[in-house]
């Protein structure tokens, strides 16, 4: 369930009321719209619905979507697969969504991220094919992380079994 929390009143605001699963919400950066994953169809779709809720959400998908993010203005990108997927959102109080179209493929897509000042993307895959359409991405190749790993777990000594 997506539930919305005010930390100023405490209030709780629910916002996927269906007996299905809903993960991946994002606000939109003017914080009038929200979308959020939803196994509602026997697959992973995104949904949008205006903020404060009142009108119906809409589904955006069809086809399948993954990790939900909003790009500059009302523009929703998703992945589907190897892709990253990009649709626009217009309407004042019930959603309208464009038909998605593929913004660049790349084979292993783990995860992406978008520029919200600009239309940019930022992927994380596991090899060099991808192919980004000149809207423009940047692709990085087995990405290291600067945080070192934990440390190894501590063995406490044997006890001394010598005998005297």
């Known amino acids: 369930m997506v539930v919305a929390f005010d930390r100023r ?6 916002l996927s009321d269906s007996a299905f699963d809903a993960w991946h919400a994002r606000w ?8 959020y994953l939803s196994d509602e169809s026997g697959q992973p779709e ?10 119906p959400r809409v589904r955006a ?17 998703f992945s589907r697969g190897d892709a990253v997927m990009r649709a626009t959102v217009s309407g004042t109080t ?4 464009s038909t998605p179209e593929r913004v660049l493929s790349a084979s292993g897509l783990r995860d992406f991220a978008v520029d919200g000042r ?7 895959g596991t090899d060099q094919s ?5 809207t423009g991405g940047f692709l990085v190749l ?13 063995t406490k000594p044997a006890a001394n079994s010598a005998s005297a």
């Open 9 to 14: 009143s405490g209030q709780r605001t629910g």
């Open 28 to 35: 939109s950066e003017d914080g009038r719209w929200l979308t």
């Open 46 to 55: 995104a949904y949008v619905q205006p903020w404060p809720a009142g009108t």
């Open 61 to 77: 998908t069809f086809g399948g979507a993954d990790h939900p993010q909003w790009g500059p203005g009302r523009t929703l990108y």
């Open 94 to 97: 019930r959603a309208t969504v």
């Open 118 to 124: 600009r239309d940019r993307v930022l992927v994380i």
């Open 130 to 134: 991808a192919s980004p359409t000149p």
């Open 142 to 154: 087995e990405w290291s992380s600067l945080v070192p790993p934990p440390p190894q777990a501590l």
